[in-house]
């Protein structure tokens, strides 16, 4: 069956960056884009943006342009997401979500487990 | 960007009861919208794709109809483990983006 295993939760200061992996099992990894959404506490759900495991191309949110790089390890099935210049407001639950469409057009069927990132001074 | 909006916020109904949760695109999303079930402390997951079309494992209590604007998910009998927070989610225009979830409560 798909899965999604996401590396264990970040504590980081202010300025400092984050990176995220998303290790994929179970499907062909690089047929599917892999998504970032992330869940500040107690809020709803925001799209990050996508990557394509085939070519590497990614795409971002407005929101995130400049602060968020995708890649990934084709040979150990795995994603990363890494975001910089953290902020308080950038504490939350990072998930990564298998698409079924491509280029951020599609629905997110299968997701990892999410990674608690905290940004405290 | 589309603006999705979910209603009601939250609801309390009792086992058995049908339940109908509603959610409208600021604009039209033709049919590509999905919608999510998110539990406490768990990873969100996919109920419906194409806005009828039920993910694997589904129950066939759950529905999802509607397109262009106007979304809804409906639970025909509810059951105990429904409780959760439903988002739904449209991916026609970039950037996909998400309801603020309705949170449905078991009475």
């Known amino acids: 069956q798909v899965r999604l295993v996401q590396s264990v939760a970040e504590v980081k200061k202010p300025g400092a960056s984050v990176k995220v992996s998303c290790e994929a099992s179970g499907y062909s990894f690089t047929i599917y884009d892999i998504n970032w959404v992330r869940q500040a506490p107690g809020q709803g759900l925001e799209w990050m943006g996508w990557?394509?495991?085939?070519?590497?191309?990614?795409g971002y949110a407005q929101k995130f342009q400049g602060s968020v790089t995708f890649t990934r390890n084709t040979s150990i099935t795995t994603a990363y997401m890494e975001l910089s210049s953290l902020r308080a407001e950038d504490t939350a639950v990072y998930y990564c979500?298998?698409?079924?469409?491509?280029?951020?057009?599609?629905?997110?069927?299968?997701w990892g487990q999410g990674t608690l990132v905290t940004v405290s001074s | 960007e589309i603006v999705m909006t979910q209603s009601p916020a939250a609801l309390s109904v009792p086992p058995g009861e049908r339940v109908t949760l509603s959610c409208r695109a600021s604009?039209?999303?033709?049919?590509?919208l999905a919608w999510y079930q998110q539990k406490p402390g768990q990873s969100p997951r996919l109920l419906f794709y194409?806005?009828?079309t039920r993910a694997t494992g589904i129950p066939a209590r759950f529905s999802g109809s509607g397109s262009g604007t106007e979304f809804t998910l409906t639970i025909s009998s509810l059951q105990s483990e429904d409780f959760g927070i439903y988002y739904c989610q449209q991916y026609n225009n970039w950037p996909q983006t998400f309801g603020q979830g309705t949170k449905l409560e078991i009475k």
């Open positions: 194409a806005a009828s």
């Open positions: 990557m394509n495991p085939h070519s590497g191309k990614a």
């Open positions: 979500a298998r698409g079924r469409g491509f280029s951020g057009y599609g629905s997110l069927d299968d």
């Open positions: 604009q039209s999303v033709s049919s590509n």
